[in-house]
């Protein structure tokens, strides 16, 4: 079955310190990677998207990394701010037929002042 | 439009009465995909069209879950009977290409 696995669960952290998110999936065959930020009460908002052929991608203060070989990603925060306050979500498409569209069940990280 | 637009953005129900969630994709847009999001659990795929028709409709948990796109424009998707586990955020997404862009979502509750 294809799954996309997320963690932490939840995260806790200081304004102004980094964190890093971990993303490990088996979805098979595989197309691109994307993370998303949804706010509570939003829907999901793209940060990064990546083939099978990049291995890192930034958007400003987040940056996300692609091993497709042990299929994994981390999504990097820097410089945290009180607005990253989110779920990140990773969400894994597989490749041939539409883009269908794997979701991991997030990761909510909540930034304190 | 600019965005994809969902109405209504939160509804409340009796359990047994039937709902109808609406989807205005954004413009030009072929693709429209309807997810359900129950609290704390990612989101899961319920119909894929493409154009009017559903190619993809894997995702509907029952029969009593049905959506229509006309146009290749607007979507509803209908929820007959409702019961409480239907209890969720319905989120609707269009795309063109590569990219997918979500709507904020209809929130339901069955009472």
């Known amino acids: 079955k294809n799954q996309v696995e997320q963690s932490p669960q939840s995260l806790i952290i200081l304004e102004g310190k980094n964190c890093t998110l971990q993303?490990?999936?088996?979805?098979?065959?595989?197309?691109?990677l994307r993370w998303y930020k949804q706010d509570t009460g939003r829907g999901p908002v793209s940060l990064t998207i990546?083939?099978?052929?990049?291995n890192t991608k930034s958007n400003g203060r987040y940056t996300a990394t692609l091993d497709a070989d042990t299929k994994q990603s981390s999504l990097h925060i820097t410089a945290s701010q009180l607005s990253d306050s989110a779920s990140y979500i990773c969400?894994?498409?597989?490749?041939?037929?539409?883009?269908?569209?794997?979701f991991g069940a997030g990761t909510r990280l909540a930034v304190h002042p | 439009g600019a965005g994809v637009s969902q109405s209504p953005s939160n509804k409340v129900t009796e359990k047994g009465k039937d709902v109808e969630l609406r989807c205005d994709p954004i413009?030009?847009?072929?693709?429209l995909y309807w997810y359900r999001q129950s609290l704390g659990q990612g989101l899961e795929f319920l119909i894929y069209?493409?154009?009017?028709?559903?190619?993809?409709k894997s995702g509907l948990p029952s029969d009593r879950f049905s959506a229509e796109r006309t146009g290749g424009s607007v979507s509803t998707l209908t929820i007959q009977r409702t019961q409480q586990e239907d209890s969720a955020v319905y989120l609707c997404?269009?795309?063109?290409?590569?990219?997918?862009?979500f709507g904020s979502g209809t929130r339901l509750t069955v009472v």
């Open positions: 969400v894994v498409s597989e490749s041939g037929g539409y883009n269908k569209l794997i």
């Open positions: 413009s030009g847009h072929t693709a």
């Open positions: 993303c490990n999936y088996t979805v098979s065959p595989f197309s691109n």
């Open positions: 997404a269009s795309s063109q290409n590569y990219g997918y862009t």
């Open positions: 069209f493409q154009g009017n028709s559903a190619p993809d």
């Open positions: 990546m083939t099978f052929s990049e």
